[in-house]
Structure formats: C-alpha cells, structure tokens
C-alpha cells in the first residue's frame, strides 16, 4: 500500500512537470512566432524604404542626366562678350551671359572632352 502510494506521487510529480515543459514551451514557441512575425514586418518595411531610396535616387540620376544632355545641346551665340543672341531663346537664355568685366565663362559641368568655352574679345 505504502508502495503504491509512493508510486502514484512519483507519477504524479512526472505528469506535473511535463505539463510544466509542455507549458514552457507553448510559450517559448508564441515568443518565437511573435518574434518571426516582427522580423517579417520589419524586413518588409525595410524593403519598401530601400526600394523607394533606390527610385528616387534613380530618378534623381536621370535628372542629372537630362540637365548634362540639355547643357551639351545649348548653343551659345555671342553677338558680343556680355549678350547672348537669338538663337538661345529657346533655351531661355535672353539676359547677359557674362558679369562685366569677364573675358571666359566655363559651365558649370564641363565635359572631359571639351575645353572651357573662351568668349574673350581681345
């Protein structure tokens, strides 16, 4: 009798800490997945923000590219060292290109390939 009562507590000590694991590991299983879902969301975010950067950015560059291909198309017609002619109207250029005084103007991103534009009278 003695023997199966001590029995019956040893096994009821094993089936209370069982549930107590099984409990435990419920909950470390929920952290775990709460945590993966965070990881996702916040990765997903990342994602939409490096991809928005990188549009943008690429925007932007295209940008700087339209400008440097509009520079190498304007012409520049000097009618004397300071005015700027007829033929830049459409680019909209109608005041004086250079300050007084001024003999060379460079624009303001030359290409490698062509020398800074000399409008000096002399």
Same mark, same amino acid.
């Given at each position: 009798?003695?023997?199966?009562?001590?029995?019956?507590?040893?096994?009821?000590?094993?089936?209370? $800490?069982? /549930?107590?694991?099984? $409990?435990?590991? @419920? @909950?470390?299983? #929920?952290?775990v997945?709460?945590?993966?879902?965070?990881? /996702?969301? +916040? &990765? #997903?975010?990342?994602? !939409? +923000? #490096?991809?928005? /950067?990188?549009? %943008?950015?690429? %925007? $932007?560059? /295209?940008?700087? &590219?339209?400008?440097? =291909?509009?520079?190498? =198309?304007?012409?520049v017609?000097?009618?004397? +060292? &300071? +005015?700027? !002619?007829?033929?830049?109207?459409?680019?909209?250029? !109608?005041?004086?290109?250079?300050?007084?005084?001024?003999?060379?103007i460079?624009?303001?991103?030359?290409? @490698?390939? @062509?020398?800074?534009?000399?409008?000096? !009278?002399?």
């Amino acid at each position: 009798m003695l023997y199966q009562q001590q029995q019956q507590r040893l096994y009821q000590e094993v089936r209370d $800490e069982k /549930e107590r694991v099984a $409990e435990s590991a @419920r @909950r470390q299983r #929920a952290d775990v997945d709460a945590l993966q879902r965070k990881l /996702e969301d +916040t &990765h #997903a975010n990342l994602m !939409t +923000t #490096a991809r928005n /950067e990188y549009e %943008a950015s690429k %925007a $932007e560059q /295209e940008k700087r &590219h339209q400008v440097m =291909r509009m520079r190498k =198309r304007i012409v520049v017609c000097v009618r004397s +060292t &300071h +005015t700027v !002619t007829g033929a830049c109207m459409p680019y909209g250029i !109608t005041q004086s290109y250079l300050p007084p005084g001024r003999g060379s103007i460079s624009l303001p991103y030359p290409s @490698r390939n @062509r020398p800074v534009l000399n409008l000096s !009278t002399s």
